[in-house]
């Protein structure tokens, strides 16, 4: 499936989660809302940090469990802190759900072809590492007729999503990140202006 | 043969927990350290403080931003060789992102006999030039009469919002 269509029903299906983006989703969310990038309510975009952002959203999820917590990372930001899957396995928050969009590629650096490409499996690591449920997509449709029924789902819930390399996309879309605009906004919002 | 007298002598585990029951933390999150397993054992015997375990110290700092955007009052515990590990985390959430972090970081293999610059240990040696380096406020805890220097390793994070680190000098007790 295109990245576009994953992360339209992804924000279709969000409600009031919080949502947090990085690498290669980050675009992609961005070019779908019709706030301006650094001020999308309840949202971060990460940089600067790959293969943070998993981890990022495993403590807002354990801070604010009363909220849903959807985490779009990608294929080579997950490897880069493949640990992670362990840890928020370990921690076991109910409301974390982790979307890895899965190209095969390094796209912000070239495309450049993941190593064991093809024959590594992130879900079955998941499943190993023990997240709750696990499930994969290669096909939009399906996809996004899934999608309200696994966010109902007891997490932590680990989603693998096959999309298509799009070269380039990402270096002119996450351009201008504010990560200290977003995060500070973020704590402003759920905690206060006393926070 | 005269011992040499240590100049870094242990903090009982129970007084940091005290200082952090003090502050209000509510989340300690650690990659083990052997120096601060006594600590890391209080921790574990106690409910008021969530005791969260990282594979990796990048995780850590990344889970303690998570943690205070959503309103807590984490504080991290990791060895000194993590701690150089993590520093394009500690460059991209504390000092980019102005993040909050507070760490204690315990000097695993340090020789107590000796000031951490004059050790043998490179990386021993080399965590307080570093951390110069990168601008990053430390507060030696290099006895139970400094365990004032948690609390204003703490304070100084929130207050800068960034990193501040606790550097704990002999192995806890």
Known sequence: MRRVEAIAALIAERGDALTVTTEQAIGAWRAAVTEPANDIPDHLDIVGCMGSASTIALGLALARPERRVIIVDGDGSLLMQLGSLVTIAGAAPPNLFHFVLENGVYETSGSQPLPAEGRFDLTGMARAAGYAHTAEFDDARTFASALPELLQRHGPVFVSVRTEPEDGYLVRSSAGTKLDQQMHALRKRLVGEGG | MVQAEPVALPV?????????????????????DTHQRSLLAALARQSRIRLLTACTEDEAIAINAGLWMGGRRPVLSIQHVGLLAAMNNVKALCMDARIPTCMLVGYFGRDVTRSARDNASRAVRLIEPTLDTWGVAYFPLEGPEDLAAIGRAYRHSVEHSGAAVVLVGAPTS
Do not use: F, K, R, W
């Open chain 2, 12 to 32: 009982s585990a129970e007084a940091i927990v005290h200082e952090l029951d003090e502050l209000d933390v509510t989340d300690v999150v650690n990659v083990p």
